[in-house]
Every structure is written in structure tokens, then in C-alpha cells.
């Protein structure tokens, strides 16, 4: 459902829309900002699991976890010993993660990463040099991160200009055993190229996110085994729910006190 005026002419009194989740972008109309309503949003703690998930596939994929499981259950005993002798696993010390955007998924995810000495490349045109300095990070261009980063995720802007930001020359760029997570938006990728490059063996991807939700059933992604999929569960779900009516009840409270949201949403941060 979004705000319209026509929605909205049965609340004429209406001051504000408290939103128990992350972007208002499909909700909110013009006409919310014509009529001076205030917005609130809940996206700066559905951010947490977002990157909490995130977090727990990088550790899997620098240790390549999801291949050692493949090979172990088709091979049993054969693959252990197999396993074992090669040396392609980057593990975490001074391996790179490349992070496509810097929104608050991306902040947060960073503090996660802090205990960890991985080398971190963000790729984004909104990240100053001196923030880069402050976050202990390197900004580089896309081309750079998708070559040289072990794990790459997406958390980039969801804007018009972002689809197929990860096209087929990105997608070559990356290197051998690399791994590729989406908890974004389903087209920031080229699906049908990186269903190719998938196709090789020669990467990973870690889904969670479709150009079409659910996949139809003729997906080559249900069929791929180094293609980890999920349903779209990485925001906030079951008990994380609870902690965005938490986070809305204490926005209602600032504004029952004449106080300053936590976090306000402005037509200027929604275009």
C-alpha cells in the first residue's frame, strides 16, 4: 500500500508515519511530503541482521566452507583426504573483502569485521578519502574490487542506475574460488551471465535476493551447488521483529517529548 492522496484524504489529520521496517521508498507519495508528514523508519536496526548474515558468509566463504561440504558428501573419505592437501582456502588473515556501496548495511557490517585482520575494499562513489582513512578502509574502483577481493557483497544504493551495476565484465574480473553475496537487490546482477560464469565452477554466490522472488522452477539457481540460495530471510524475521517495534515505540516516545527522531526520513533521502 502506498500513502496517496487518496489514502491519505481519510486521515486528514495525520502527522506522522512511524514505519516498522527498512526503505519507505514503495510507501511513501508526493503527497506525504506535500502535506507536511513527518516519517520515521526502523531501517537503521534492520540494517543489524542484514549485515550480521552477511558477516557469517564471509567467514564461511574465506574458508570455503560450502565447497568442503559438496565435495564431502558426494566423496566422503575420498574428498577428506583430497581436502586437506590443497592450499586455496584464503582463510581470514589478510584476506580481501571488496563491499560494493556505503549505506548503513555497510557501516555496520564493518564495525562486525573490526575483530578480523582482513584487508576491506569499498567501492563507492558517496565515501570520502578522509572516511575511508577513518573506517580503516581502501576506496577503489569497482573494476579493482572485483579483481583483487576474495569475498565480494553487495550493499549499493537502490537506485535505477545500480541495475546490472555487476555485469558480465565485473563478473570475469573475479578471481578463481571467489565468492559473490547478494543481500541487496536481485538486479544489481546480471543473473542470466552470472548463471554462465557459475556454470564454469570457477566462483561462488551466495544469494539471498532475485531479479524475480520467488525464482520459477525451471531456476538453474535450485540446481547449481556452488550457488548458495536463501528466501529472502536476511532482514529482520521471527524474534529480530521484535527489535523494530522496540525501535518504533522508542521513536514515538521522542515525539510524544517534542524530541528529534532517531532516525527521520526526508524526501531528499528517499530520491
Known sequence: MSFTKDILDYAPKLKVIFFACGSVKSYVSD?????GIRVTSATNVNVIPVAEFTLGMILLSLKHVFGFNNELHEKRLKAWR????????????KSTVGIVGFGQVSKHLLKLL??????????????????????KVKKVPLEELMSRSDVITI????????RHLINREMLSRMKDEAVLINTSRG???????LLNELRTGRVYACLDV???????EESEFYKLKNCIITPHIVGSINNECYRLGRQVLKEIKHYLASENFE?????????
Open 31 to 35: 503527497e506525504v511530503w506535500n502535506r
Open 187 to 193: 538486479p544489481f546482477i546480471d543473473e542470466e551471465t
Open 210 to 216: 532475485f531479479n524475480i522472488e520467488p525464482p520459477p
Open 263 to 271: 532516525l527521520e526520513i526526508t524526501k531528499n533521502i528517499v530520491d
Open 155 to 162: 550493499h549499493a544504493a537502490n537506485i535505477p542506475q545500480n
Open 114 to 135: 573490526q575483530p578480523f585482520d582482513l584487508q576491506i575494499l569499498i567501492y563507492s562513489k558517496h565515501l570520502s578519502e578522509e572516511e575511508a582513512r577513518r573506517f
Open 82 to 93: 583430497e581436502t586437506f592437501s590443497k592450499d586455496m582456502v584464503p582463510g581470514y588473515y
